[in-house]
């Protein structure tokens, strides 16, 4: 592992950054060795390693053909369609492994994954998953949520597969919806926080009910939490109510959250209200990112990219000036940091040398511009450009379309 | 200019695709001379050049030093700041080429460029746009309007000269909320299309004016367009009533719009209520977007790609089907390239071989994942990539920041 001092930088403020790595970690500049590698970076932008605290690789197409998105009129045709789609897809392991591969070229450098886990899937996801997570544990740090898609109480013999997935290397069980899904809000967070507490796990639960159902919900929750002494292990994501009910509501709620110590998790979904990012942040409740659904049955967006998704964050909340731009930059790095309990996480003396490279003046710019190259540093050391783009050619039942295409000749010409 | 077959492409629907470009132009298979050079794109994707149906090109910070967002309270306090801002950046021409080269790297090939055009202006930014437009003649298309931002009847003298910027090559007339900057519809709008109508002038109207209000301002632009005989030659910018408004008040309007000929854009903005895309298409109105101000006094957001734009659009509209991502494309690539009037766009036999090549299996895929790499063709030609980014360093007041890190040394360290 090669000593290297990192010069010519600049931080997220725009101000001088000299980075000295020794054996992965940053080092006192005292502590260069005259034989360090000296690296000039040009004047570029340099940020902590992107964290994605929300995303689903075991769903995802990347890797995979094209796949258009069907309509759904409830939740239950979307998993029954989502089951199929991904019966017909390419491995799972293969596509989990595509898509991080994907997100690593973007910088990001730890992710909390939530897998389905439920009676009927049972531990198939988790174990393609962490095959896939296990290839990139140099890389990339990534936490498992055992995630009930399907519901807890409703789906029977779940519970006992979700304790199956603890026991096998999940850091966080999940739940869902405890009313809308289950009917029975306190038998799912019983079982929830039960499993959680046998393991000396942690909690994440996607919250979509909605309004005062949804407030409830999150109060019930952040009660639960300091019952169980789980200041800062517990997380709630979505949780749409939140901004859904008037500011004061949200206030209210958002005191209890920082009280219990829950955080929230928002990706800024693009045509429905969520949570005030600025409001419970000011409440202190920690407030962080991920990119959820990517290009899979549930949506076609995404593309692994945390720098994008905090732009989004700050398109969508009205973020304009630099303090506000610098949170949403934090939603995808110290914030998910923390909430994923990364040690040695950011630009700080002893810290690992994990770090992303970007054609940015200052922080604020790379959120509002989302600069297309980067380069990713590793624990000190420069991670390989992502190779040629997967053969993820064609769309559904058309995966042949690039073997019907010589390189030159007799085909048919569509257009012209 | 050499002649080309261009082989192993995937046209939007993911289907195989083959172009053959004689002196810049589409061509029949059948005119391809056994001479021309073969280039195989890997199976890539290819959509025709981007068509940004509106930006600022004079009020951009782009190239210039990073200058953070400050709040104001009112439009005319926005618009002190504004001017006090661009009078202490880099000279104007330099910004817009700066701005121009970005776009182009992304694969715009045309836009159509508001100008601010009042009278303390006067032409000077005119003059400076027609420069930067001047020195791309030959690879972007750029249509300008006259844009009376600070209002025509309530900034006396106005009205003169944006008569004078449509003798000097401004193609359209602008105008902008006739009743709230004006105070007086009538006798803004009297002035706009009176204007258009000495000059054959096409007409472009900012109008941000809320619910009612805003739909009353739309049925009289609709009216006079009508009355003037000038279908297809009159656009309103943003028109945020149109989604503030009951579903049935917007389709009445559409109506009104699509009858008379009058289109209608938007860039999709992140937190306010927009025109409803769908709807309105549907009713027959020619919706076209625009990345609107990128980097400037306004807000901090916008890099001049078009497809994050249609990315954008698709996310806040809540599409998800091919068919809804495929009108966020067309919304950046044909209905623009209409409302300007671009003869020849399009990937037909007999268009100009203008066109943009992405890493994407169709157009769905590009809009949902807005792919980094591009490799762009003009008039059959590789655009040549972008150079080094500029060297746009530093932020307000410090613009001396990169100087006075060396490449190596005794800098005071900040982190670590």
Chains 1, 2 share one sequence.
Not at 182 to 195: E, N, S
Not at 209 to 228: C, D, F, H, K, Y
Not at 280 to 292: I, K, M, P, T
């Amino acid at each position: 592992m090669a000593d290297r001092v990192f010069t010519n930088a600049v931080d997220v403020h725009g101000n001088p950054l000299r980075l000295v790595v020794r054996d992965g970690r940053f080092v006192d500049a005292g502590m260069l060795p005259a034989t360090a590698e000296v690296v000039d970076l040009g004047g570029s932008l340099v940020l902590p390693g992107f964290v994605d605290g929300h995303i689903h690789l075991d769903k995802s197409f990347v890797g995979d053909v094209w796949r258009a998105h069907l309509p759904a009129a409830t939740l239950r045709e979307r998993l029954a369609a989502e089951k199929k789609l991904l019966a017909a897809s390419k491995p799972m392991a293969g596509r989990a492994d595509a898509l991080i591969a994907q997100a690593a070229s973007f910088g990001t450098v730890a992710m909390r994954c939530h897998v389905d886990v439920d009676a009927t899937t049972g531990l198939s996801h988790l174990h393609a998953v962490m095959d896939a997570a296990e290839k990139w544990r140099d890389r990339i740090a990534i936490e498992i949520v055992a995630f009930p898609q399907a519901g807890v109480v409703s789906c029977p013999g779940t519970a006992d597969v979700l304790d199956a997935a603890m026991r096998e290397g999940a850091g966080v069980v999940g739940g869902i919806d405890p009313t809308t899904l289950d009917g029975d809000a306190d038998a799912q967070l019983d079982i929830v926080f039960g499993i959680a507490e046998r393991h000396g796990a942690k909690i994440d639960i996607h919250l979509h009910e909605p309004g005062l159902q949804g407030i409830e919900q999150l109060l019930r929750i952040a009660s639960r939490t300091a019952a169980a002494g789980m200041a800062g292990r517990v997380a709630v994501s979505h949780a749409y109510a939140l901004g859904e009910v008037p500011p004061e509501t949200a206030e209210r709620t958002a005191a209890a959250l920082a009280s219990a110590g829950v955080s929230i998790m928002t990706n800024a979904p693009g045509d429905r209200p969520f949570p005030p990012v600025l409001r419970l942040r000011e409440a202190g409740v920690r407030v962080f990112s991920g990119n959820d659904n990517i290009r899979d049955a549930w949506w076609p967006y995404g593309n692994g990219d945390m720098l994008q998704r905090a732009m989004l964050i700050g398109y969508r909340s009205g973020f304009y000036t630099d303090d506000e731009l610098l949170t949403a930059l934090d939603m995808i790095t110290h914030a998910p940091a923390s909430v994923i309990g990364r040690e040695g996480y950011g630009l700080g003396v002893g810290d690992e040398a994990s770090f992303v490279v970007l054609e940015a003046c200052n922080g604020a710019a790379a959120v509002a511009g989302v600069p297309r190259s980067r380069r990713v540093v590793v624990r000190g050391e420069w991670l390989p450009a992502r190779p040629a783009p997967e053969p993820e050619r064609g769309t559904e039942g058309s995966e042949a379309t690039f073997a019907r295409v010589p390189a030159s000749g007799a085909v048919p010409r569509r257009v012209p």
